[in-house]
């Protein structure tokens, strides 16, 4: 059975860091990503890394802030969130990809299988 379970996310003021951690399980995985939706907004993509650790990809919005990597001890995926701003809060998604692509897809209808999501809130 596939699972995806995000944990890390919280309340913090803008300018903190936020570290989120995805475990994922069940079978192989090509891709995984991170993507956020806020209320009344369309999910988008935040960052992608192939399962090996390599080729991370950032969306231009978290450029320079966000960090993707892979802990392979823990079987984890990670997203290091620094210098957050009120605009990053959202429900953060992690996501799986199971076909081999040139890259991390960007897409969400690209990701098989999805976490429950966790929240992260930054106050201003």
């Known amino acids: 059975q596939v699972q995806l379970v995000e944990s890390g996310g919280g309340l913090v003021q803008a300018g903190d860091s936020l570290e989120l951690s995805c475990a994922a399980s069940?079978?192989?995985?090509?891709?995984l990503g991170w993507f956020r939706q806020a209320p009344g907004k369309e999910r988008e993509f935040v960052a992608a890394?192939?399962?090996?650790?390599?080729?991370?990809r950032y969306a231009d919005s978290v450029k320079g802030r966000f960090t993707i990597s892979r802990d392979n001890a823990k079987n984890t995926v990670n997203l290091q969130m620094n210098s957050l701003k009120p605009e990053d809060t959202a429900i953060y998604y992690c996501?799986?990809?199971?076909?081999?692509?040139?890259?991390?897809?960007?897409?969400?209808?690209?990701?098989?299988?999805w976490g429950q999501g966790t929240q992260v809130t930054v106050s201003s």
């Open positions: 996501a799986a990809d199971v076909r081999y692509r040139s890259s991390p897809s960007s897409y969400y209808s690209d990701y098989d299988y």
């Open positions: 069940g079978r192989t995985f090509v891709g």
């Open positions: 890394i192939r399962w090996s650790g390599s080729r991370p």
